[in-house]
């Protein structure tokens, strides 16, 4: 039995970034507040739905702290004055709701909001302080912080699989979010629309790609599968990170090697980029002997096994962006 998944998870640049010296941090989904000052990402604990939010000073002093310590895999969203970090939460009801909490030292404030039920993952980004983007199923939504109120912006229309997992807001308003995959290939796309008032969305990037994020006004860095690297009975989807200018059209392959590479954050204050990898070279599968000839459940068992093994193995790295790449593609 051979399992095959993709995991989200991101390293450091070896074409057209340096990496950064330095201790490295275990975890997923990094995002860097506008500040540049603190850094949130989920963290894998294997218990209940998976991942704990936990947001630590960039500079990697002082102790983390514990934001959400049960959810499942969601993005987190900074808002613009890096008071408040969004994500996605499993309320009392068992039902997914937005949550926005005020990260700030001895604060209490906490705002949720119930969402349409919705395959997981789910994206965020904040529009401004008081409004917040939700990927819910087919529909993005628009997520008023001072009602209580959300109201839809757009659903899909298309033959294509919903997936708004990820959602990234440029500075001029600009919105990009992942729009789907078939259920066939598992071909995810990227949309762009200018703005929420002007939401007629265009694919920018198709091929199996996904977790979008603005570099600046017309870049647009993003994840794309790459052949996939196997082994024993399991096998994972290579993820490379691209650059892509939506204006001219051209992309460029930043990373490369045996790795998946996802989620890129970047720092406002120095343009430097965070990400999350997973060295697959460095990675060793821990799978029982079952025999020649296993069963399909000791098969599962196994794949799910070796999962555990490559997720615990993420670490979230800084890269500089050099000379050369802050050219325009």
Not at 76 to 103: F, I, K, M
Not at 241 to 249: A, K, Q
Request: net charge neutral; with cysteine.
């Amino acid at each position: 039995m051979k399992i095959r998944t993709t995991i989200l998870a991101i390293t450091a640049s070896v074409v057209l970034v340096t990496a950064c010296t330095g201790q490295t941090i275990a975890g997923l989904a990094p995002a860097v507040d506008p500040g540049g000052r603190s850094l949130a990402y989920l963290e894998y604990t294997g218990q209940g739905l998976g991942y704990r939010i936990v947001t630590r000073n960039v500079g990697r002093t002082g102790e983390p702290r514990v934001i959400e310590p049960d959810v499942a895999e969601t993005q987190l969203a900074w808002s613009p004055d890096g008071r408040r970090l969004a994500y996605v939460v499993e309320n009392a009801e068992r039902q997914p709701a937005l949550r926005v909490t005020n990260v700030n030292a001895g604060a209490a404030e906490v705002v949720e909001l119930r969402v349409p039920l919705a395959p997981s993952p789910f994206g965020v980004a904040f529009v401004d302080d008081a409004h917040v983007l939700v990927g819910a199923g087919s529909a993005l939504l628009v997520a008023d912080l001072s009602n209580g109120t959300a109201k839809k912006i757009f659903e899909s229309t298309t033959d294509l699989v919903p997936r708004l997992g990820s959602i990234s807001v440029s500075a001029a308003g600009r919105i990009a979010f992942t729009c789907g995959g078939t259920a066939a290939d598992d071909v995810e796309s990227i949309c762009v629309v200018e703005n929420m008032q002007r939401v007629s969305p265009r694919i920018v990037a198709t091929g199996s790609v996904t977790t979008p994020v603005w570099r600046s006004h017309d870049e647009l860095l993003y994840s794309r599968g790459a052949t996939v690297w196997e082994r024993d009975h399991f096998a994972v989807q290579r993820r490379h990170l691209w650059l892509l200018n939506v204006t001219t059209g051209r992309s460029r392959q930043l990373t490369s090697g045996d790795v998946v590479d996802s989620w890129p954050s970047v720092e406002p204050s120095t343009g430097r980029l965070a990400f999350a990898r997973i060295d697959l070279s460095k990675a060793k599968t821990s799978m029982p002997e079952t025999g020649r000839d296993p069963s399909f459940v000791s098969g599962l068992e196994r794949g799910f096994n070796s999962v555990e093994a490559l997720l615990r193995r993420s670490t979230i790295v800084w890269t500089e962006v050099t000379a050369r790449e802050r050219r325009r593609p």
